[in-house]
């Protein structure tokens, strides 16, 4: 079998190529960043992946960690033993428990078009979702089902705005009549 044409050639240093670069983006992809940083700042670089999880309380192995039952012919399930490793940072456990534990804010707001779309319709139709299907400043034709979504995720996103808004309305109707 032939060889291929440069493996007994002698190698070249480049010149070329920036060595400081290359070791950095080597180190880079043997030690991706850890996102969480309670397990960042608890990671020892000396240890092993699994000794460094065993150590934080967390899992390697999902599979060693939560034993399955062995069935056998005999009708005894004997189930297997999950290695008991020492608990050294049990800190960071606990500190993913309370962030996980945290109550998660609800981030999502609404255009500031769709919500002066959401208060004309209100002022002008109330709950009459049929006639602000009809409305002309309805564009984009929706359906009033598709208008009764949109004012429901203007309260659902707005709670404290649709209140101001609506109290604003209650208190302007006496003085029109």
């Known amino acids: 079998m032939p ?7 002698r190698k070249k240093f480049n010149y070329t190529q920036d060595r400081k670069k290359l070791k950095k983006q080597h180190i880079k992809k043997c030690n991706p960043r850890i996102e969480n940083s309670q ?3 608890a990671w020892d670089d000396n240890k092993s992946m699994a000794r460094n999880l065993q150590e934080m309380g967390l899992a390697f192995d999902p599979n060693r960690t939560l034993p399955i039952k ?11 033993k999950a290695p008991a490793g020492i608990v050294t940072k049990p800190y960071v456990l606990n500190q993913l428990e309370e962030e996980a534990n945290r109550p998660e804010k609800d981030s999502k707001t609404l255009s500031s078009d769709l919500i002066e779309y959401a208060q004309y319709m209100i002022r002008e139709h109330k709950d ?21 979504r949109k004012l429901n995720e203007y309260k659902r996103c707005h709670p404290q705005h649709y209140d101001a808004f609506t109290s604003s309305l209650v208190a302007a109707q006496p003085m029109d009549q």
Request: zero cysteines.
């Open 3 to 9: 060889k291929a044409k440069k493996s007994g050639k």
């Open 39 to 41: 397990i960042r700042n």
């Open 70 to 80: 062995k069935k056998s012919l005999l009708r005894e399930d004997r189930v297997t």
């Open 128 to 148: 009459d979702f049929k006639a602000m299907a009809r409305d002309e400043k309805n564009y984009y034709q929706d359906t009033p089902k598709q208008i009764k």
